[in-house]
Structure formats: C-alpha cells, structure tokens
C-alpha cells in the first residue's frame, strides 16, 4: 500500500514524503511490516491495529544518532490523521500527520503490446 505521508511542522510548513507499507501482515492487533521512503526501508517497531486505531515506532539512524519516532492515529476510509512523538536533542516534540492511500497504479502488462488502444 503507497500513500502520501505530510508532516505538518510548528511554522505551518508541510513536508510530504511516498511511503510504502510492505508486506503488511495483521495478526490478531498486531500489525508487521516495513516502511519504504525517502531513499530507505525501516522496519516498523510495536506496531498494532485496534478497531480504527493505529500505531507504530519507526527508529532512523542520522549522523551516527539513532532517533524513534512514535506515530499514533486514526483510520478514515482511505486515510490517517494522527500525531507524531519523539525526543529530539533532549526535547520531546510532537507534530500532527496525515497519511492519504495513493491510487493503484495501473500494471505495465495491462496495456497492448504494439501501442493501439483497444
């Protein structure tokens, strides 16, 4: 599953980021997968689904510095609101994120082969 991840910082500015849920495997609340974007994949850490509530811990790795960071939201149809927590610097900050489920994109063997529209 592909979707559009903003992160809304303190000055109103919005990063967006295309994230990849890979290999999604749901057991009982508890959710396993990685995440792919911004030139990595990150497993995804303590991750559960209950009802419509999600969360999960991503750690990255910065100039030798590790960092997690704990998303928690909530599911709407094709998308999540929530917030992000983390410790950075000694600060604890948080931040507001939404998630929007991109649409499938259509597969390369699905169009003719010698270029005409059927």
Do not use: C, H
Request: glycine share 10%; hydrophobic share 30%.
């Amino acid at each position: 599953m592909a979707a559009t991840l903003s992160v809304f910082g303190k000055d109103g500015a919005v990063k967006d980021a295309v994230v990849v849920l890979k290999n999604p495997k749901l057991e009982g609340d508890k959710l396993t997968g990685a995440l792919s974007g911004r030139n990595a994949e990150t497993p995804s850490a303590n991750a559960a689904l209950k009802g419509d509530e999600i969360s999960f811990e991503v750690t990255r790795e910065f100039n030798g510095n590790k960092m997690t960071s704990t998303y928690k939201g909530k599911l709407s149809g094709d998308s999540i609101k929530g917030k992000i927590e983390s410790t950075r610097d000694g600060q604890a900050q948080s931040r507001d994120w939404d998630a929007k489920r991109e649409a499938a994109k259509p597969k390369e063997d699905a169009k003719p082969k010698d270029g005409a529209a059927k």
